[in-house]
């Protein structure tokens, strides 16, 4: 049974990836938020979820994820416009000093959110996650091989949208 | 070629740094994790079995609501249907139920008024079935020469 240390231990270890991986599942601050909270929460009454658990980020990924999906069903369709409206004004990344590298991080934070949810989860968990296919599919309950298509279909609608930038920005190194 | 480029783009994309969860929310969430612990629902077995339910549906109807929609409005349409027909049968059934006494007698009077005007002798013949009877060769010729 974890004590308040084996939470505070959980926290420290993974709240940061359940945090970006939350934060670019939902494009929304206060529900990313309230389901980190959800989950410590949820972890603190259930012990017993983590016993025999060997990869515990897959675990809280899988979590998250399962959490996230209950929160954008729960909303309904109004609320999901509301969501793409903001999805434009979220960044999930940190502020850049270079100016060129600070547009690129925006256009990359618009592409993000213009992908269906299934295919940006795995891209951030391969790209920011540094997991594998493996992984990723025991994390979200779905084939590697769909969890490997997905990424590729992913990956070249980010490449095709930033495509423009990206060469000028190459050109200029 | 393709695959360097995409690997640039892939390196590229990996480099980005994220943005870091606010320091303020570890007190406040580990607060709630801590609270939540003295505050267990008195039946977690019950609500854990709810909530794997609610999930285990949820996961199943949800990649094509619209079409489970559509099927259960199929479903609906024809048990409307089976039931609209259901009622009709029943409506005939009433119709072809066998006729009073008083008609019977009334239709043999005019069997019998029949049998009368087109001049037959035993006007009990009209009441006859005419059911086949299969005679032996012999009888039939003597039939046709009588």
Redesign the interface.
Known sequence: MPR?TE??RL?DKH??PL??FL?NFTRDEADT?DL??EI??K????PKLLVGVREERAFLIRLAH?AA??LI?RRGTCERTKENFTAEAI????PANDPD?KV??EE?AIALGELPEEQRAVVHLK??GEMTFEEIAAALDIPPNTAASRYRYA?DK??GRLRPL?EEMKKAE | MMNDE?EN??Q???R??????PGE??A???A???G??GC?HSS?VAR?WLSTLN?QL?TFF?PHPKAWAGLAAVWIFIFALNFSMRDKTALVAEKVLPPSPEVVAELRQQKLLFAELIGSRDAGDADRSKSYVPRPRSERVEVLTA
Do not use: C, G, M
Request: aromatic letters at 16%.
């Open positions: 308040a939470i505070e926290y709240a940061q945090f970006a934060l938020r980190l909270q410590f929460v972890l603190a009454r259930e399962n999906i209950d069903r960044s999930i990344f940190a590298e690129f991080r990359l790209l920011w990956l980010l490449r990206y | 995409t783009f892939e590229k994309l990996r980005q740094s994220l943005r870091q969860i929310w570890r406040e969430i580990l709630a994790a801590e939540a612990k267990r977690p854990h999930h949820s949800w």
